[in-house]
């Protein structure tokens, strides 16, 4: 599944901005009561990265059903 929303990402020029990235790391954050933040993490906004990328490509999915 995650091959085929990568694929619809690509095809529909998706993209994901810091801000979006930022954003969970926040809510991340903030849920854990986390003082020191999980943002210099690289290999933690590039999972991000690419769960928000597939969940914009669920969303077009859905809004097609």
Same mark, same amino acid.
């Given at each position: 599944i +995650?091959?085929?929303l &990568? #694929? *619809? /990402? +690509?095809a529909e020029? =998706?993209i994901v901005? %810091?801000e979006?990235? &930022?954003?969970v =790391? /926040? /809510? /991340? %954050? &903030?849920a854990? $009561?986390s #003082? &020191? $933040?999980?943002t210099? %993490?690289?290999?933690?906004k590039?999972? *991000?990265?690419?769960a928000?990328l597939?969940?914009k490509a =669920? %969303? *077009? =999915?859905?809004?097609f059903?």
């Amino acid at each position: 599944i +995650e091959l085929f929303l &990568n #694929k *619809i /990402a +690509e095809a529909e020029n =998706l993209i994901v901005s %810091d801000e979006e990235i &930022n954003s969970v =790391l /926040a /809510a /991340a %954050d &903030n849920a854990v $009561g986390s #003082k &020191n $933040g999980m943002t210099s %993490d690289p290999q933690q906004k590039q999972y *991000i990265r690419a769960a928000i990328l597939r969940r914009k490509a =669920l %969303d *077009i =999915l859905v809004s097609f059903a």
